[in-house]
């Protein structure tokens, strides 16, 4: 069966620095990928997505970038965070070539200070 | 595009009572709907998803959801609802011809006894 990680589950980090917040996927091949952020009281913006390596779409323009280095690995990073970084960041795959079900892995709340 | 409006934000419900969340989407395409629960602190879990065929969809834990094409509407429903059923809901649209999706605000369900 299929599985989705994220890591880290909680991050801490000071306005300014770097960020790397890594999702891999097990059980699937060539799956699409997808970053999303879900800020407090408000639902989910999808942040990039990428439909095999090397190819990554940005949705919402901003200080993030994401990277996809293997097949079933996505990696969203910042050079440097802002307050408004802070948020619940969900990673998510699904069958690649169809629009089914996207399943979600258990995310990473980030508070930015 | 697609847009999803979940109509109310907040349900209180007492337990064993019926529940109804409201979802309303616009689209000039086809679409696919799909409900998801969120527990707190937790990535999004599904609970159903319409892609074709019968209008009424059945999903886990007594959920069921009815698509309804010319309201545009993809209601979601309990008869009877446990206080572990406690958590968000979102409801969200993709087009039948592209990979992403367009979730609602989410609704905060509150099952008190």
């Known amino acids: 069966s299929q599985t989705i990680h994220q890591w880290p589950a909680t991050l801490v980090q000071p306005v300014g620095s770097p960020l790397s917040l890594e999702c891999t996927v097990e059980?699937?091949?060539?799956?699409?990928l997808y970053w999303y952020r879900q800020a407090a009281g408000r639902g989910l913006q999808l942040l990039f997505y990428s439909v095999g390596i090397g190819q990554i779409s940005s949705e919402v323009p901003q200080n993030l970038s994401a990277s996809r280095p293997q097949d079933r690995q996505f990696i969203l990073s910042s050079k440097k965070l802002l307050l408004s970084d802070s948020g619940f960041y969900l990673c998510a795959w699904s069958v690649i070539g169809t629009t089914d079900t996207q399943y979600f892995g258990p995310g990473t709340r980030l508070t930015v200070l | 595009a697609q847009s999803v409006t979940q109509l109310d934000s907040q349900v209180p419900v007492f337990e064993e009572a019926p529940v109804e969340l409201r979802c309303n989407y616009s689209?000039?395409?086809?679409?696919?709907l799909f409900w998801y629960v969120q527990y707190p602190n937790q990535g999004l879990q599904l609970l159903l998803k319409?892609?074709?065929?019968?209008?009424l969809v059945k999903g886990i834990n007594g959920f069921e959801a009815e698509f309804n094409k010319s309201q545009t509407s993809f209601h979601l429903r309990k008869p009877s609802v446990h206080i572990s059923d406690t958590a968000e809901y979102f409801c969200?649209?993709?087009?039948?011809?592209?990979?992403?999706?367009?979730f609602g605000a989410g609704t905060t369900v509150t099952v008190r006894a």
């Open positions: 319409y892609l074709s065929g019968s209008t």
């Open positions: 689209s000039s395409v086809s679409v696919y």
């Open positions: 969200a649209v993709s087009r039948s011809n592209d990979y992403k999706l367009s």
């Open positions: 059980g699937t091949s060539n799956p699409n």
